[in-house]
């Protein structure tokens, strides 16, 4: 009776590996997603270029013919950069199941598959 409780240990070992693995394959996929650098990249550059059209002088209005051409850029540069932001808070990115193993799919065919048409 020993040895048919020992395989259910390990497979729950393995499964708690399985499951801490696809925890960290999820935590890197939201690290890396891609709308997360554009929209931090937008935010601090309509910060910079906001700044810019906050402390413009007249002789920079006067070459835009009195258009804060740079606050009116930084504050769209700005509302970009938020939109991705909010738009990664709102829909995460979901990472992509892992194919299953050839046995589970040898098993699945051989239940409903061809083979149960015989």
């Known amino acids: 009776m020993t040895e048919k409780q020992n395989p259910p240990a390990e497979g729950h070992a393995f499964q708690d590996e399985v499951t801490e693995l696809e925890a960290k394959s999820a935590t890197a996929a939201r690290l890396f997603d891609i709308r997360r650098i ?44 938020l939109f991705f932001l909010v738009w990664v808070k709102l829909r995460p990115t979901v990472p992509p199941t892992p194919p299953l193993p050839q046995e589970a799919l040898d098993a699945a065919e051989g239940e409903g598959g061809l083979a149960g048409r015989g």
């Open 38 to 81: 554009i929209g931090a990249l937008f935010v601090v550059y309509g910060l910079i270029v906001g700044a810019a059209g906050i402390f413009a002088t007249d002789a920079d209005l006067e070459k835009a013919q009195d258009i804060n051409i740079n606050l009116w850029t930084g504050l769209g540069m700005l509302a970009l950069g």
